[in-house]
């Protein structure tokens, strides 16, 4: 068995093992009209808290902090771990108070927008790898850009050389469309661009018009599409890389500040303040 | 194969008409001379010195005249007392002879402040937030940069840098002394290995120094000067080597002589590999291959062992009409070992793999008579059985699958055999957050010191990060030593209080990994020479977070297992990691 999936069965197993011993401490307690309510909420209170000292750990770099990538296993599986608390303390039906059902439904929603990261950082890193060259993000518009004049440089040169205005006509019905469009937000989700597949399949039937020289310019032409496509799919994919967490980060500060105001209602309410 | 647009120029046009290529002479060997003050009247002079008096300029080629070689090839200089002429694990191109004057071999190494390297900085958590919370608010701030005492400026802007305690340092018991006409360098610079010792002037003294490229040729067409080079290479360097080998280990020193004594030395390639490695990029894998120098062949008989001493050497062999890499050599490797003892066993066998230069090679070669008289009769029955395992062919076995090696072949092509610590990226983990990137600028003055791009294959890339190089190349030339090894496991770093900004480190890395930065000032304006103007520049590169508690910051900083420093000379730790 690899090393990584190795760690992944014994942090699972781990996790699962807690979650049963929790829920049957849970249950005993419940049973001994101990205040679970309580135990369960500090317990989950840490653990929020410990979740989110992993964005902490990302901004001190130069502290000897452990890994990152071990704080990221630490964090995926004590989140399970909060999953499975929060059910226990506030139940799987939304709550009647107001600020409690904010709070319900907004540790949902960080959990699930928690899941759908992690989901994403396994399933999409392997499709940009096998779309072409891995590129910085920054500069993918510079480069889309160039390709862009180059691709209009190409097409006034085979108008040029050629007399002919085939791939100059494909440039102005197609080709300007094609690429003044950027990807949809979800693209990388829909699997292969089927536009980019469709101006491919438009150049290729093109081919029994163009004259042996405009067909070389049609292969570059070609190239420069591929170049583009990856361009477009690099760009898209590391943007929804990156969207996810603008919203699984506020939405978890949002949670801590609901999570501060819960417990000081709580804690004043029971006298306890 | 998706087309690459980061790295090339998009090719759109045809070959321009002849009509309007522009024209220029054809480079010649000598378009650039190793110094432009050298003149006839120096040639003349050093002509006439001892030390070539015995030399025959009739034995030198006419394309190549030992006048043109001294003229092109060799400078005189002139060193003050206590200025350093050479230190110790610097890499240098050139050797020098004493035409007047001493100098001093130290024995005991100075500090490295001494010598104008960087202060070794002990990691601590301390230190690391004192740095963080002094970290500059823009980006390479020129009040970092101190200016050492011990480096001075010519006017024709060639550094020189002097001892600090000359007379300390400089103690008799402590030094050993060469007179005139006594010559040292001569390993480092046709061996390509790190200077062994730091060598300063003890009085004024005027030196020639002759650059690699001179002294091969001097070497080549001078039996002298051959017997003197070679001597001193057998007297100070050889004999050390061999020993550190393997294969002669618990050899006598008299049967080390014996070996010692038959031993040729071969070099192969180009001594700047890296100026054709950049030429080569763009070509294809068959026409780089072919341009690499044949150092044995496939199916020839061997008459001696060759030992890699320094450099790389791509082991291949014939697939249909391909060639397919098997594996690459480094210091210290042997090449043709088992067929050799193959034949002494009575069973003669042809090489089955060629041997090619990667870059620039330096060898030792053994020939076979000596070996079957003083090595092969030691070797017991169960390293015999090891060394010869694999020679046999076994038809049964089908070939191995061109694709396997794919990775390998990518590694030799790109010459990434030569990193020792080389960022590797997994494309599928990654995640492109660039976490990476933002601990490396935490922690390097708000400026990272890589580029999350690169060379990819079989979904690993390798950063723009440097690889603190087997052979690092960039470090010779620095003319003030500011690019030097350090650390217990060899870090290449730069000292930013020695580097002058000339960016002779940047233009000779073939990787591209070191950059050439602007200082700033605290308000963030660019800082600029007093005489035109310039922006004051200086070389900036992957230091392996050295000073860091918890080791390189881009590993510790990425989240999902993907980034990796390795080296990429053990396939062994590689292959872990790659399968992991």
Redesign the interface.
Known sequence: M???TRRRWLLSLTTALLALALTAAWWLAGSALRPVDLYTGWLLLGLLLGLAFFNAR?KL?????L???T??QIHLYVGWLACVVFALHAGLRPPGGRLELILWFTFLLVALSGIFGLWL?RW???R??????????E?IPR?RH??EA?VL??VR?AEAETQSTTLADFYLRVLAGYFARRPPLLAPLAGDDARHHRVITELAALRRFLNPRESILAD?LG??L??K???DAQWA??RL??LW?FVHIPLTYGLLVLVGAHVWLVLHYAHRL | ???????AP????SIPPQGVASRHAAPERWDKPFSADMQEVDVDLLLAHPLFVATDPRRFPASIPLRGILKNDARVRRFQRGEIIVRQGDYGHSAFVILDGAVRVLLKEPTAEQLGHRRQVRPS?WG??A??WRRPRFAEQAGNRGSAAELELTRDGEARIFLQDVPGVLAPDRTALLGTGEMFGEIAALGRTPRTATIVADQETQMLEIRWQGLREIRKYSPEWKQQIDRLYRERSLRRHLAETALFWNLSDEVLGRIADATRFETFGEFDWHHAYHRGREAGERERLEQEPLMAREGDYPNGLLLVRSGFARVSSRYNHGERTESYLGKGEAFGLGELISGWQGKFRPLRHSLRALGYVDTLFIPTAVLEEHVFPRLTPAQLATLTKGLAPEPAAPPAAPEANSFLEFIVAQRFMNGRAAMLID?????????CV??CA??HDNNPRF???GP?SD?V?VASACMHCVDPVCMIGCPTGAIHREGLDGQVGINPDTCIGCSVCAQSCPYGTIQMVALHDAAGQPVVTEETGAPIRRATKCDLCID???GP?C???????ALVRADLRSSESLNRWL??
Not at chain 1, 61 to 65: C, D, K, M, Q
Not at chain 1, 128 to 137: D, I, P
Not at chain 2, 1 to 7: D, F, G, I, P, R
């Open positions: 690899k090393a990584l990302k770099p130069f502290l000897p902090l890994a990152a990538s704080w990221l950082s999409l890193p392997p940009l790898a096998r779309s072409g060259e891995s590129l910085v993000y500069r480069l160039e390709v180059e440089a190409l040169r570059q190239e420069l591929e170049a496509r990856n361009l994919g590391q890389l990156k967490l | 194969m998706a087309k690459s647009v980061s790295s998009v090719q759109t046009g958590v690391s937030l740095r963080w494309l599928d983990r990654c995640t492109r957050c660039d976490d933002r601990a935490a922690t580029i999350r791009q990819e979904g890339m860091q508690p918890s910051a590993v510790s900083a990425c989240p999902h297992d399968h992991q």
